[in-house]
């Protein structure tokens, strides 16, 4: 990716129809990736996927800093690791996006057409919004809190009809049920040496579920998060 890229993004599988209220959101530094369908997803369900954080993969690179800044990046990568390679006739290996299709389709391996379908009908938003310096940092309270505060932003312009978090620990638990006023939770057995859990978002009238995954870069059978956790989420 150019650097000179990172600040504009168009493209035939992404819809920018919300960005002059992502624009209004003070906090926000990543734009969400919205599939050009999400919009139009009106008997079908609409689902928000949430990462944790970017990281930086050479701080000692300025071209990488300002990839990693820039307010497009979260798209571009996106594009990159969901679509890219196959609409160029092939299938990148990347386990996280992999399985986070298997996980929310319940299908191994995903057609062309249908992984193309998958990523122009659902959101992708970062939580934190500055990237780490490296693979080692980790956010801060303070990253959290504030992310969550534009989560729920994010959340009551795209109006999901469910939020999958790719992450289970405590400290971004902690954060999302603070900004949202949430006192309990439900948690199910372990998978994978992770705990899931669910939280009900109450907002605008609202009742929204979020499931909170491991992370499905590794150790991650995919087929016990889809029959144990995700599918009775799936309408």
């Not at 906090?27 to 969400?32: A, C, G, I, K, Q």
């Not at 399985?99 to 193309?116: D, F, I, K, M, Y």
């Not at 505060?149 to 994010?154: E, F």
Request: glycine share 6%.
């Amino acid at each position: 990716m150019a650097s000179e890229d990172v600040d504009y993004f168009q493209n035939e599988h992404h819809d920018n129809y919300f960005d002059n209220d992502f624009d209004k959101i003070n906090e926000l530094t990543y734009l969400p990736w919205v599939g050009s369908k999400y919009k139009g997803l009106y008997n079908k369900q609409k689902i928000l996927v949430i990462a944790e954080s970017v990281y930086n993969w050479d701080e000692n690179s300025q071209h990488a800093w300002a990839s990693v800044n820039g307010r497009n990046f979260s798209r571009h990568v996106v594009h990159k690791h969901g679509l890219y390679h196959t609409v160029s006739g092939g299938v990148e290996n990347a386990p996280t996006y992999r399985n986070l299709e298997r996980s929310l389709s319940g299908q191994r391996n995903l057609s062309p057409e249908a992984r193309v379908e998958f990523w122009s009908s659902i959101a992708f938003q970062q939580h934190v919004q500055r990237p780490m310096r490296n693979k080692k940092e980790r956010p801060s309270p303070e990253d959290y809190e504030k992310g969550s505060r534009v989560l729920k932003d994010i959340i009551s312009i795209t109006k999901p009809d469910l939020c999958v978090y790719m992450g289970t620990d405590w400290r971004k638990l902690s954060a999302i049920m603070d900004v949202f006023g949430i006192q309990e939770i439900k948690q199910y057995s372990k998978i994978n040496g992770a705990i899931p859990k669910k939280l009900t978002l109450e907002l605008q009238g609202s009742t929204i579920p979020l499931i909170m995954i491991k992370h499905p870069n590794r150790f991650f059978s995919w087929d016990k998060w889809f029959n144990e956790v995700i599918k009775d989420e799936i309408k």
